[in-house]
């Protein structure tokens, strides 16, 4: 292993130049959590494969031991199926005493809190509801709706839960195309009932980085300071979308910000262009010092969500794609060779990647192709304690310059057996 010093010589780190990322423990209920949407907002794509209840509860085990914090089961106004599926998951989390926190949820109506209230008499334990109400401008106009109407619905839906002590998360949809006097009026009057979670969102992934720092900062000054209300005292949700690939810069702006739960799925499922992709934000907190979670699962994780919602896995997709961490580019496998013959994994997890591949529980693959130098080659061979031959490096050599793309393991193997028969 490199030492510290020695890290800090071989990588100048441009990106803590005049930057300081702070938080001041004091002003928060908690550190920075995170809310796993994947079962909820994930299952609206519009491809998304409902899983079956065993498969849920599979991924929501990956979910408790990656230290995720939140969870949103699903929407129970959805029918007797998905209030099915949530009644099961929460039997799970009881019975095995997952620190997991549930939540499920609703719309501003009665209806659907009253089975959150029955559930949590059944299992005992605080379920979040996840009240919703579209806030923007275009979406009033479009429905019909006044700011009187959508305060007095909100008053009716938070009430209701409030005295059967569900605890509620207050969303306001579009937060980001909604006006500041009308955030502020609405935010305030729920806080005023008992809310003590209040959701951001980027309902259609409209917002840029720096409206996310301008609208949370809005929030803490205009709507919880000024409203009378400590900031340690209520936890700020931020929820954000895809549609113009911002999603996970926006987390990460978010948590600058100072939210305090930052909402996501797993490979960004969602609807239209998808969440913002929790696994992305949790790589990216954690190569930043933010988080300390054991991320050693996360790979797992995803791929599982993959195969059971059949959301795409780009062979491309940062980290947990196929391609990731896999190189034929000679000069480029050459480097990674040369870390690994010195016995140094953290080199060579850098060398040529900004993602520290073992951080993940994954590692560098060296593949052979028309783009391959001779180490790749030798590389490979030893890697299967294979001889090296000049004779049989040349002959592999010449095959891979013939492929229009890297070869597969199948295909070395058998251009190796075949050269070896003749010779």
Known sequence: MVNTMNEQNLIYDWNVVDYEY??????????????DETLRDGLQSPSALNPSIEQKIELLTYMENLGIQKVDLGLPGAGPFHLDHIDSMLNHIKQNDYKIRPGAAVRTLMNDIEPLVELQSKHEMEIQASAFLGTSPIRQFTEGWTMEKLVSTMEKAVSFAVENDVPVMFVTEDTTRSKPEDVKLIYQRAMDLGVRRLCICDTCGHVTPNGVKKLLSFIDEEVIKDGGYQRRDIEVNWHGHQDRGLGVANNIAAVEAGADVIHGTALGVGERAGNAPLDQTLVNLSLMGVIDNDLSLLNDYVKK???YIKVPL?????????DAFETGTGVHASAVIKAIRKGDMWLADRVYSGVPAGDFGLKQVIRIGHMSGRSNIIHWLESKKIEATDELVAHLFE?????????????IENAVESFLQQS
Do not use: L
């Open 399 to 411: 095959v891979a310059k013939s492929q229009p793309r890297n070869m597969e393991e199948e295909e």
């Open 314 to 322: 780009p062979r491309n997709y940062p980290v947990f794609g196929q």
């Open 305 to 307: 969500a993959n195969e």
């Open 22 to 35: 702070t938080r001041d423990s004091n002003n928060h209920p908690h550190g920075v959590w995170f809310d």
